[in-house]
């Protein structure tokens, strides 16, 4: 599988740089409430931000994470809402699988 994509507050992966573990899952929902961290494909992250982070003023950061690095379950899963299907990280984030970080 090819890179994916995974939307995030600056302040979380700065908080996460120092925890030495991301667990945010989305935009205010952590990984022990929604149970699974949200990411999306290249083609899937504009229109992500664009439905979900629309109207944060906050700095965004766009994470970009090899899936062969992953230390937790990568499942792809089929979203009814949405009609396609997006990976979903049961599990933290360890760190040292984003390849990149990039300012949006």
Request: net charge negative; no cysteine.
């Amino acid at each position: 599988m090819s890179a994916i994509y995974h939307l995030a507050l600056a302040s979380d992966w700065a908080a996460a740089v120092e925890a030495g573990e991301y667990t945010v899952s989305t935009l205010g929902r952590t990984l022990a409430e929604e149970g699974f961290i949200h990411a999306s494909t290249a083609e899937q992250w504009p229109a992500t931000r664009d439905r979900f982070y629309s109207g944060v003023s906050e700095p965004l950061v766009l994470l970009v994470i090899d899936p062969a690095l992953l230390t937790s379950e990568l499942r792809v899963e089929y979203v009814p809402e949405a009609d396609q299907e997006f990976p979903h990280l049961y599990g933290p984030l360890n760190l040292d699988a984003v390849t990149e970080v990039r300012p949006i």
